[in-house]
Nanobody, 114 residues
Framework: QVQLVESGGGLVQAGGSLRLSCAASVTIFSSNVAWYRQAPGKQRDLVAAMTSAGSTDYADSVKGRFTISKINAKNTVYLQMNSLKPEDTAVYYC?????????WGQGTQVTVSS
């Protein structure tokens, strides 16, 4: 069982920044990791992803504002969010996968006020 624990969410004004962290109970080396978000009444969407090789991909809506990164030695994945907008308000989920295994974190709330 893989445990993913997110932290760093909160309330921030538009234009502000937050950094989300996701601590994994297993190694993230050679694993794919990602951040998703889900706003009330909407589906869960991909925000940012990083493959085991280090390639990254971002939703168009966050390109240039969000950055996914990881520190393998800490088994931790980060999402740096800058220039936040009210439409970024959602629960943010960490995602880990390797082969046929995939796990989600419990989510952390991000609220951006206008």
């Amino acid at each position: 069982q893989v445990q993913l624990v997110e932290s760093g969410g909160g309330l921030v004004q538009a234009g502000g920044s937050l950094r989300l962290s996701c601590a994994a109970s297993v190694t993230i080396f050679s694993s794919n990791v990602a951040w998703y978000r889900q706003a009330p009444g909407k589906q869960r969407d991909l925000v940012a992803a990083m493959t085991s090789a280090g390639s990254t991909d971002y939703a168009d809506s966050v390109k240039g504002r969000f950055t996914i990164s990881k520190i393998n030695a800490k088994n931790t994945v980060y999402l740096q969010m800058n220039s936040l907008k009210p439409e970024d308000t959602a629960v943010y989920y960490c995602y880990w996968s390797r082969g046929s295994l995939a796990y989600w974190g419990q989510g952390t709330q991000v609220t951006v006020s206008s």
